[in-house]
């Protein structure tokens, strides 16, 4: 549901600001490949085990899950024809489509799902994605196509955790160490895809799927090439290697721009399902003051960040939500950049530059602290930058610390040693972010590690968790984005955006919140533009 | 002699055992686990799942107990098994008995350092000869500057540069990879042709920076040797300067070249990390630097030894190689 985001992790190509479709009026058919590229390696093809962004782009081809999320984030049926909620909200009965089909040939059952459920909560199995089954209390088969689930309390995440992860063939991993198969590198799923050669350290070639339970995938093959340097990517990009992959702002505002480019591709752009911003810790004694953190936000221009940062390719964050979808409230306390303000607030807050230098001081010391962030993202460490520069014009001293990933988690994070920190959290599309919230979750590696506490918030979410109305749900959300922008536990600064780019031979392309990447199966290229013939 | 090669082998094995177990302690002294990948920042894991997870990989035991655990399954040769979610054996990873032996990590890394060696040598012999010979001459501050470009260009940069020029903008070389798309579809010949195409840049680009060292050595050593009475003498008896050089100096000169060879395994394999990762290049080196980043203890343990044994093996190679050339120090 949520965690962090890496750098360098490959955003998922998706998008719905299109910026040249070109609607023409060649017919969809069958052929051609699709060559993309990733500088990770996927390292184990069932859903449920893997941990990397690589290997769930290709699981996701792979494996089919009961629900999945429409473009507008509602969740719709995949695998399941429907499905009932009790009203409790414990009960979840789901009926099955009939007659799918795993790509061995074996038809696709109820009880399919409820041994994927017991792998997943099976103790030997290393999975990152347990804890939303273990609220299971009841798993059962009624028929060969109804599958139901009790849970032992409402919880609202429930039924959108029914996607992918918990799908497998029974028939085959029955009774098997799942760790062990060969499954891991050489799956049968029932998804548009399946996998035809694995070459470790370059590339993965998928073939369709001809008797996909929604019909053939109209491009026949899809190559995911393992490139390590991103700058490599992008020139064989251009050299013609590769039909897509995600741009760097810099790459999508200039490098892009030239006639070529527009001849040949067509680029994409929409809002990530992430956020990036300073959290302070809750801890110390000056950013205790609501004051402070607040005087903060009205020195920093997060337009500025934008513009400087991400080439503008982006969106200013109130919160924790992405904007225009559903759980986001736009009419939060917003702070415009106003240094004034903020010089006004720190001195109400008993900070004044008694000594003349520049920096403001009170009882005797310096107003000075330090900004983490993790090394390898530019992006953290430039916006970082600019919140020195605007603060040290207010008065205030700014260090910035660029640390390695882990050394960054264990030893600051996890042992609370740090002023303030620059993160970014990726998010779900269901609005649950208990886990990040809540007072109870203040223990080491958990992820309120700011140490923020408002007992309203917590029984916000709590009550959140525990309602299935949306309607009721966004009510909920919504104070808590209103309590979340006057209390600033964190400065919430930025929604980046994807800004995937693919072949312009490819049509059927139909951006959307989700992206692009859902309806791959209905991409095409038409007859005379087809470039590459995959071998039979 | 015989006596002499077993003495030495047999000082290897204390030799790669402080390797092993030097190596396995900065590892462990570096922060993160291997399970971070799957577990950091991830709200979906409670404390008591990472425990679990930690305690599948033994990483809840002291650092000694984990080694001795590691040592005891390597001294009979096995690598163990990955703590990637792949949890494939190690030794698979590396030498992969299902992919042909062009396509096995181990193989591709060897090779592409034997060419780049090769290639050194050819190009560095001659240039470190013709420019003692022709020392302080405009020839040897040309190529002495020349080489020392080579050696301060930094790799990355330089690459780049030659994919943009003979990849994108002139379109006869291929930018990364090892094969074409339509590999499978050549003739053997095509089959060659395509892998040597796509050698082009990384091996230029690998020896370029190794010339430096190579060829100033070759220069250095032929300067002392020409010094030396025995060519006065062979000067003085007559014979033309070509035979006074190739035939009676090289052979002197050429033997520290031995020992730099031997020594620059460790350098060679440092610098296929980043060759590989640059040139999408699938050998040993792009895996040592993925499971560097993800905190993979078998599998870099794994790289660490075979690149240990290599190492030792290039010094005993060369002191053999030595032994053969230069009668003095047989004995």
Redesign the interface.
Known sequence: ????LLTGCKEKSVSYIQSDTKETGYEPAYGDTL?TGSI??P??LIPM????SA?HDIAGLIFNGLVKYDTDLSIIGDLAESWEISKDGLIITFHLKKGVKWSDGVEFTASDVLFGFNTIID?KT?T?????FLQVSKAEVLDKYTFRVTYKKPFAPALSSWGNLVVLPEHLLKGKDI??TTM??EPVGLGPYKLKKW?????LILESYKDYFEGRPYIDGY?Y?????P??MF??L??G?LDMMGLTPLQYTKQTDTEIFKKNFQKFRYPVFSYTHMAFNLRHPWFKDKRIRQAIAYAIDKKEIIDVVLFGLGSPATGPYVPNTWPYNPDVKNYEYNPEKAKQLLREAGWKDTNGDGILDKDGKPFEFTILTNMGNNLRKNTATIIQWRLAKIGIKVNIRVL????F???FIDKRRFEAVILGWSISPDPDQY??WHSSKT?????NFIGYNNPEVDELLEKGRRTFNTGERKKIYFRIQEILAEELPYIFLYVPDATPIVHSRFKGIKPSPIGISYNLPKWYVPKPLQK?AM?P | MINYLFKRIFEMIPTLFGITLISFMILHL????PT????????????E??E??EK?YNLDKPVIVQYVLWLNKIVKFDFGESF?????PVID?IW?KK?PLT?R?LFITFMLNVITMFVILVIAIPLGITSATHQNTLYDRITTTSVFIGFATPS?WLA?LL??FF??YL?WL?????KS?NY??LSLAGKIIDRINHLILPVFVYAFGGLAGDSRYMRSSMLEVIRQDYIKVARAKGLPERIVIYRHALRNALLPLITLIGLSVPGLIGGSVIM????????MG??L??SVMT?DYPVIMGIVIIVGFLTLLGNLLADIGYMLADPRIRH
């Open positions: 549901m949520l965690l962090i060559i990770g390696e390292s184990v085990l893997a941990g990397d290997s103790e290393p990152a994605y347990k804890e939303d760790t062990k891991t590198r070459v470790p350290g370059q590339e190559i090439r393992i490139i390590p340097d700058a490599t020139l064989e251009q050299a290697g390695e990933w882990s050394t988690v264990n030893e886990d990040i223990r080491e590696k958990e992820f590459h071998e | 570096a922060p993160g686990k971070d990948v799957l577990a950091d920042f991830n709200p979906k894991i409670t404390p799942a990472r679990r997870l599948m990637s979610s792949d949890r494939r990873k992969d992919q396509e990590r990355f780049l994919m943009m990849g994108v379109g291929p930018i990364s990879g090892l798309m499978d579809s590989e990762s640059i040139f999408g290049i699938p050998g792009q895996l630097f993925m905190r």
